[in-house]
């Protein structure tokens, strides 16, 4: 089987070093691993490896990005890849608040739980529209 060859324009070393130089990214460190967040996303250096983590989504278990999302960061960089993995997140989680929305209207009708669905809607909208 011929193995797949994929070139990108950063590797994880590079990604690291990128956001331990930038002042607009806070550090989180703990034992035995060297961590960083940068508008929810973490990176992570520890023995295992360098790994990135969406605190997006899954509440407080964060989980791993994707291979997808690796792609994106290996490809454009860091903080171009937060960008895209954030609308991403973002554009998930509107879809599901619209979902919420149409079946509160079809089904309970309760006003003030539709009203606060439409409200976080409009603040992911507005932290989508301000992503570059």
Do not use: P
Not at 27 to 42: L, M, S
């Amino acid at each position: 089987m011929k193995q797949k060859v994929c070139m990108y324009k950063h590797s994880m070393n590079t990604l690291w070093q990128d956001v331990v130089e930038d002042s607009k990214c806070i550090a989180v460190h703990g034992n035995k691993q060297k961590a960083y967040i940068y508008r929810g996303i973490k990176i992570i250096n520890n023995s295992e490896g360098i790994k990135i983590y969406n605190t997006k989504k899954s509440g407080l278990n964060y989980k791993e990005i994707t291979e997808e999302h690796y792609y994106y960061f290996l490809q454009y960089g860091f903080k171009k890849g937060v960008s895209i993995v954030l609308k991403k997140t973002y554009t998930e989680q509107i879809d599901k608040l619209n979902e919420k929305i149409q079946s509160e209207v079809n089904n309970r009708n309760n006003k003030k739980h539709y009203d606060s669905l439409k409200q976080r809607r409009e603040t992911l909208i507005n932290k989508y529209s301000k992503l570059n």
